[in-house]
């Protein structure tokens, strides 16, 4: 069993997207450890919605929180602490999608992130999403994977094509490039297979 973990160079760059498409790609299971509010319509449910296979499950929250607020604030209001050693990995055969929460070091606690859920053997994918900024965010990010001593990480871009931003992103963190998401106007299955068959052979060879 692999594991590939989604995480994001902040919050709403795509990961949920990206997590959909991954899943697809390879007919892995899916798994987000950490939810934080939208409990009625959750991440898990929207992968599940645009999931057209019929090998990948989907996996139960550790973690379901009330608010939608980083993972440390939320646990809080709902009387909890949350402990990354608590955080158990579905005994599964096949492969297994997992999304993280917001970007690396989103607080779960007063001394874990959203890093520390992170596997030495995961391969890891990075999710940057063009906008003023995301350079310094993506390069960030990448400096602390690789402080982590995570190096196998590949890197998809969620916007349209921006070949300055995406050539020096590419060039200074030696990030494998799996793909690019468009802007689309509508996010549904048929969207989803589309990207998975154009992303399969990368991850693949990931």
């Given at each position: 069993m692999?594991r590939?973990?989604?995480t994001?160079i902040?919050?709403e760059?795509?990961?949920?997207?990206?997590?959909a498409?991954?899943?697809?790609a390879?007919?892995?299971d899916?798994?987000?450890?950490?939810?934080?509010g939208?409990?009625?319509y959750?991440?898990?449910?929207k992968?599940?919605q645009w999931i057209?296979n019929?090998t990948s499950?989907?996996?139960?929250n550790?973690?379901?929180?009330q608010?939608?607020m980083?993972?440390?604030?939320?646990?809080?209001?709902?009387?909890?602490?949350?402990?990354?050693?608590?955080i158990?990995?579905?005994?599964?055969?096949n492969?297994?999608?997992v999304?993280?929460?917001g970007g690396?070091?989103?607080?779960l606690?007063?001394t874990?992130?959203?890093?520390?859920?992170?596997?030495p053997?995961?391969?890891?994918?990075l999710?940057?999403?063009?906008?003023?900024?995301?350079?310094?965010h993506?390069l960030l990010s990448?400096a602390?994977?690789?402080?982590k001593?995570?190096?196998?990480?590949?890197?998809i871009?969620?916007g349209k094509?921006?070949?300055?931003?995406?050539?020096?992103i590419?060039?200074?963190t030696?990030?494998s490039?799996l793909g690019r998401?468009?802007?689309?106007?509508?996010?549904?299955?048929?969207v989803?297979?589309?990207?998975a068959?154009?992303l399969?052979q990368?991850?693949a060879n990931?």
């Open positions: 692999q590939y973990f989604i994001g902040g919050t760059v795509g990961k949920t997207v990206v997590s498409i991954v899943t697809e390879l007919k892995a899916y798994w987000k450890p950490i939810q934080a939208d409990l009625e959750s991440d898990t449910d992968v599940k057209s019929t499950t989907f996996h139960k550790a973690y379901a929180l608010t939608p980083s993972p440390h604030a939320a646990a809080e209001i709902d009387q909890i602490q949350i402990s990354a050693k608590a158990k990995t579905p005994k599964i055969a492969n297994l999608v999304e993280g929460a690396l070091l989103v607080p606690n007063d874990e992130t959203i890093l520390d859920l992170l596997l053997t995961d391969k890891v994918i999710v940057s999403r063009h906008y003023l900024g995301s350079i310094n993506t990448a602390i994977l690789k402080q001593g995570i190096t196998n990480v590949g890197l871009f969620n094509e921006h070949k300055t931003t995406e050539s020096i590419l060039k200074k030696g990030f490039f998401i468009d802007e689309e106007k509508t996010m549904n299955a048929e989803v297979l589309k990207y068959s154009q399969k990368r991850l990931f």
